[in-house]
C-alpha cells in the first residue's frame, strides 16, 4: 500500500475532538470514517489485494480462526488427519461477490485508519507465521496471534490505538477502589476485589431488572481526580468525572449530575433464591446477634441482651436446634450460650466464629457473608432479627416511620442496599445529640414512605412488641413523605470533586453494573443502547465470524474487537458492531481444541459424532450410529 506523506491526528486537533464526540455515543471507526470522507481528507492511492473465492486454506496440523470456527470436534479431527479428503464448502454466486466486495472495502477502510495514524505499528516477528514484520519479500505485514498449546494461529485485521482514547478504543470509566460492587450472588465486593471472570449484579434495561453479568476484564486507570456522588438517601458512590449514571435523562456523566436528578437504583430479587433447607431461624438469629449481641467476649460463650420475650423467644427456639441452652446472666438484660450436650462443640460459638463475627464491635458489625448468597426468605429473617434488636417504630408527629438506629453506617448501607433488593425505598440519615457529655454522631435508617412502610410491614416477620407498633401504623394509612411516582429512583443531594486518587476500571458483560445500589455504566460509549451495535444479530446470523473474532480475542488477549458490516445493496450500510471477550465461548473452544488434539495423538476420532454438518465427514465406527461416509 503506498500513501502519501500523512499528519497524525492528536487529541488536541479539531478532527479528533468531533470524533470524540461522535465516539461517546458508542461508536468509533464510523465517526473516524466519516471525517475523512466528507472532509476529504482520506489517501488519494491505495492498493486492494483481492483473493480468490473457493480456495480456502489448506490444513497444515494447525487450528485456523477464519476455517474452523464452528466445526465440532470430529469435523475437525478429520480437518487435521485427512488433509487429502478434506473439501471445504463451496461458495455460491452470492457469497464470492461479498467476498470480493468486502476485500475492495476492506482495502479501503484500512487505508483510511492507517493515514490517521491509529494502528498500533508492527515489531518483531509474527507470533503466527514466525516471520520478521515487514511489507518487503519474506516479511509478514499482518498482525498474528497463536497460542501453541493448542495449536491455533491466525492473523487478525490490525489494532487500534486511538491516542487520548483510554484503552484501545473505549474509555472504560473508573472507581475507587474502596466503591463497592452488587455481585451476583448478592454479596458485596470493593472494586479492588472484583476479578476478571467473577459473576456480578448487571442491569436489563428492557425488562428493568436486575441480571447476573461477567466481569470481562480488570483496568488499572491510575491515579486521577474522583468525584463523590450522594444522593438524598444517603447513598455515595465515588467514581471519575465521566463515570455514567443512568438517569430519567438518560445515561449522564458523574460531572454533569446536578441536585435533583433522578438515578436509578436496584431493585428486585428475581436473580436469586434462597437455597432449599436453608435455616431461615438461623438467619433471624445473626440478626439479633448484630443488633444486641456481644461478640467481644473472651469466654468460652458470646452474649446477647434481651429484653423483649417474643426475641427471647426465638433465640431460644434457634439455640435449641443447634443444641445449645440460653442461661440467664442474673443480671440486667444479659444472656449467654451454653452446650446441651458436653460432648459436642457449642454450634453457635462456630456459626459466630464461621461468619466473621468475632471481636466485631457495635462499630465493625456488617451483615453475614452467608446472609448476603442466601436469597431474599434469608434477607428479610435477618432483617427483621435486626430490626426486633435495633429497630423503632415511630408513631408520632406530622410523618410516622420505622428506622434501625447504629453508630455503624456501613453496616446500615449495606441494610440499605439489601432492602433495595426487596424493593423498599429506605434513607440514611445523621443523628446527633451527647453522650457521657460528649458530642456523639449515629445514624438511622429510615422509612417513611406510605408505600415502603406497607411493604416493609408486609415482609418483615417480627417476634417483637414492634410488631403491633407497626401493624397500628399502616392501619393509620400515614401520609407519604415521598412521591410514590420515583419508586425504585433517588434524587441527587450533591456531586463534589475530590482529589486524586488510584481508580480501578471493571469491564463488564453488557456494560451496565449495580454500585453502592447505584445502577451505572462501565464505559463512556454506550454501545449496548445503539441500534448500530446489535451485537445480539451478530451472533445469530454470522455465527461463524462471532466465532472467529473470539478466537483471535483469545489468543490476542484483547478485550473488545470492531466488526464492520458493509452492504452490497443501495442504499449503500456500513454496520458496526463492538464484539466484547466472551471468556465462557472461549473456554469451550479450549476444551474443544485439547479434546481434538488429544484423539490426533491417539489415532481415534472422537465420539460422538450425530451432529456432524461437513459433506465430508468419515463414517462413525459406532454401528448403531445413522451418520455415512460421503466421499
Same mark, same amino acid.
Given at each position: ?85 478434506? *473439501? ?45 514484520? $515487514? ?106 468525572? *465521566? ?6 435523562? $438518560? ?30 431461624? *438461623? ?48 443480671? $440486667? ?79 446500615? *448501607? ?5 432492602? $433495595? ?211
Amino acid at each position: 500500500m503506498h500513501l502519501r506523506p500523512a499528519v497524525v491526528v492528536t487529541a488536541a486537533s479539531p478532527a479528533f475532538k468531533r470524533i470524540v464526540r461522535q465516539s461517546a455515543q458508542g461508536l468509533v471507526l464510523k465517526p473516524l470514517l466519516h471525517a475523512y470522507l466528507y472532509e476529504a481528507k482520506f489517501p488519494d492511492r491505495f492498493d486492494v489485494t483481492f483473493h480468490k473465492a473457493g480456495q480456502p486454506r489448506r490444513p497444515d496440523g494447525w487450528f485456523h480462526p477464519s476455517t474452523h470456527p464452528t466445526m465440532d470436534a470430529r469435523q475437525l479431527y478429520y480437518y487435521l488427519t485427512d488433509p487429502d479428503g478434506w *473439501e471445504a464448502e463451496r461458495l455460491s454466486y452470492e457469497s464470492r461477490m461479498a467476498v470480493t466486495m468486502g476485500s475492495a472495502v476492506h482495502g479501503f477502510i484500512e487505508a483510511c485508519i492507517r493515514f490517521g495514524g491509529w494502528f498500533v505499528p508492527l515489531e518483531g516477528d509474527c507470533p503466527a507465521c514466525g516471520r520478521p514484520h $515487514g511489507t518487503g519479500e519474506g516479511q509478514c505485514d499482518e498482525y498474528g496471534a497463536a497460542d501453541p498449546a493448542v495449536g491455533s494461529r491466525g492473523h487478525m485485521d490490525g489494532v487500534l490505538d486511538i491516542p487520548g482514547w483510554g484503552r484501545g478504543v473505549f474509555e472504560f470509566k473508573c472507581l475507587a477502589p474502596e466503591t463497592r460492587i452488587s455481585m451476583a450472588d448478592g454479596s458485596l465486593l470493593p472494586a479492588s476485589a472484583v476479578a476478571a471472570g467473577d459473576m456480578i449484579l448487571g442491569w436489563d434495561e428492557e425488562t428493568d431488572t436486575l441480571a447476573p453479568r461477567a466481569v470481562q476484564q480488570i483496568w488499572d486507570n491510575g491515579t486521577v481526580p474522583v468525584w463523590t456522588v450522594e444522593t438524598r438517601e444517603g447513598r455515595r458512590v465515588a467514581v471519575t468525572d *465521566e463515570h455514567p449514571f443512568w438517569t430519567r435523562r $438518560g445515561w449522564v456523566f458523574a460531572k454533569e449530575l446536578v441536585a435533583g436528578d433522578l438515578v436509578k437504583v436496584g431493585g428486585g430479587s428475581n436473580w436469586i433464591k434462597t437455597p432449599v433447607g436453608y435455616d431461615l431461624d *438461623e438467619a433471624r438469629f445473626l440478626g439479633v446477634m448484630v443488633g444486641d449481641g456481644s461478640l467481644t467476649s473472651q469466654r468460652s460463650s458470646f452474649k446477647v441482651s434481651v429484653a423483649d420475650t417474643g426475641i427471647l423467644d426465638s433465640v431460644r427456639r434457634y439455640a435449641a436446634s443447634v443444641g445449645c441452652d440460653v442461661n440467664y446472666e442474673g443480671r $440486667g438484660v444479659d444472656y449467654h450460650f451454653s452446650r446441651s450436650d458436653k460432648s459436642r462443640p457449642n454450634q453457635i460459638n462456630a456459626l459466630i466464629k464461621r461468619e466473621g463475627m468475632v471481636g466485631s464491635t457495635s462499630w465493625t458489625k456488617h451483615v453475614p457473608p452467608s446472609v448476603w448468597t442466601a436469597g431474599p426468605d434469608a434477607w428479610i429473617a435477618f432483617l427483621s432479627g435486626y430490626f426486633d434488636a435495633d429497630g423503632t417504630v415511630v408513631t408520632r408527629g406530622s410523618y410516622p416511620h420505622i428506622s434501625w438506629a447504629s453508630v455503624n453506617r456501613p453496616l446500615l *448501607e449495606e441494610c440499605q442496599i439489601l432492602l $433495595g433488593y426487596l424493593d423498599v425505598r429506605a434513607s440514611i440519615m445523621r443523628v446527633r445529640g451527647r453522650y457521657k457529655g460528649q458530642e456523639h454522631i449515629s445514624w438511622r435508617l429510615l422509612i417513611r414512605d406510605a408505600i415502603a412502610v406497607m411493604r416493609v410491614q408486609k415482609i418483615l416477620k417480627l417476634e417483637s412488641a414492634k410488631a403491633i407498633a407497626l401493624a397500628a401504623m399502616v392501619l393509620k394509612q400515614p401520609k407519604p413523605h415521598h412521591l410514590t411516582a420515583v419508586q425504585g429512583w433517588e434524587k441527587i443531594k450533591q456531586v463534589s470533586e475530590g482529589l486524586a486518587r488510584p481508580t480501578i476500571a471493571i469491564e463488564v458483560e453488557g456494560g451496565v453494573h449495580v454500585t453502592e445500589g447505584i445502577v451505572t455504566h462501565n464505559t463512556g460509549g454506550r454501545a449496548e443502547f445503539i441500534s448500530d451495535l446489535d451485537l445480539d444479530w451478530f451472533k445469530e446470523n454470522h455465527a461463524v465470524y462471532y466465532a472467529q473474532v473470539q478466537e483471535y480475542l483469545r489468543m490476542s488477549g484483547y478485550g473488545k474487537a470492531i466488526v464492520l458490516f458493509a452492504s452490497l445493496s443501495y442504499p449503500w450500510k456500513l454496520t458496526e458492531i463492538h464484539v466484547p471477550y466472551d471468556h465462557g465461548f472461549a473456554q469451550q473452544t479450549v476444551e474443544k481444541f485439547e479434546l481434538v488434539r488429544a484423539h490426533v495423538a491417539m489415532g481415534t476420532p472422537p465420539d460422538p459424532c450425530c451432529a456432524l454438518k461437513s459433506a465430508k465427514a468419515k463414517a462413525c465406527p459406532a454401528l448403531s450410529c445413522p451418520v455415512k461416509a460421503i466421499r
